[in-house]
Nanobody, 116 residues
Framework: QLQLVESGGGLVQPGGSLRLSCAAS????????IGWFRQAPGAEREAVTC????????KYTDSVKGRFTTFRDKTKKTVYLHMNSLNPEDTAVYYC?????????WGQGTQVLFSS
């Protein structure tokens, strides 16, 4: 059974960093493009990034360009979303999804919150 699992969310201060991870059971992530979405409270789900199966191609929504980086570690069969310069507008539940075109499978999400 296909299952995506995100981890790495938590409390962060403005300007801080977090690294989210996406791992899978039931499929080999190495063969699929992986996207990250987020959903802020009261907002629609938003596409954040996508990385191709090879890792050679990445896409970012404008609001995170220069701050977020997605990459994959094929030795660990894991895809990461490294987030720098976080601000309260980044508060959301973050989901990994496969693939970037069909969005067929979603993880349960991991929450990013800001501490005051």
């Amino acid at each position: 059974q296909l299952q995506l699992v995100e981890s790495g969310g938590g409390l962060v201060q403005p300007g801080g960093s977090l690294r989210l991870s996406c791992a899978a059971s039931g499929i080999n992530l190495d063969y699929y493009g992986i996207g990250w979405f987020r959903q802020a409270p009261g907002a629609e789900r938003e596409a954040v990034t996508c990385i191709s199966s090879s890792g050679d191609t990445t896409k970012y929504t404008d609001s995170v360009k220069g701050r977020f980086t997605t990459f994959r570690d094929k030795t660990k069969k894991t895809v990461y979303l490294h987030m720098n310069s976080l601000n309260p507008e980044d508060t959301a539940v973050y989901y990994c999804v496969t693939d970037c075109d069909t969005f067929a499978a979603w993880g349960q999400g991991t929450q990013v919150l800001f501490s005051s």
